[in-house]
Nanobody, 127 residues
Framework: QVRLVESGGGSVQAGGSLRISCAVF????????MGWFRQAPGKEREEVAT???????SYADSLKGRFIISQDNYRTTVNLQMNSLKPDDTAMYYCAAVSLRDARLCALSTSADFGNWGQGTQVTVTS
């Protein structure tokens, strides 16, 4: 089990950038797939990006080219760099972690696969 703590959320103008981070505490070796998800009011939670232990990444099609997920060498921090932000990006952003068999399954994962969740960090994009 791991504990996840998100940080870095806030308010930014449309077109701006923001980086949010997820600190991973506990038995890091128990998880190998990290994900960022977001949920806007009245909408379902959607997957933003995932990163596997070896560094393989996947993104929601609508966010490719604007968002970048990364992790440090010790996998204790997972970052999400968000560029060219739009008001539609406004949401609560959640970090999640799970152990999956391989990078392919990590890329194909959905929120139902993840058992460890952070409390979330709010990102608001103003027009």
């Amino acid at each position: 089990q791991v504990r996840l703590v998100e940080s870095g959320g806030g308010s930014v103008q449309a077109g701006g950038s923001l980086r949010i981070s997820c600190a991973v505490f506990g038995y890091i070796s128990s998880v190998n797939c990290m994900g960022w998800f977001r949920q806007a009011p009245g909408k379902e939670r959607e997957e933003v990006a995932t990163i596997y232990r070896g560094g393989s990444t996947s993104y929601a099609d609508s966010l490719k080219g604007r968002f970048i997920i990364s992790q440090d060498n010790y996998r204790t921090t997972v970052n999400l760099q968000m560029n060219s932000l739009k008001p539609d990006d406004t949401a609560m952003y959640y970090c999640a972690a799970v152990s999956l068999r391989d990078a392919r399954l990590c890329a194909l994962s959905t929120s139902a696969d993840f058992g460890n969740w952070g409390q979330g960090t709010q990102v608001t994009v103003t027009s």
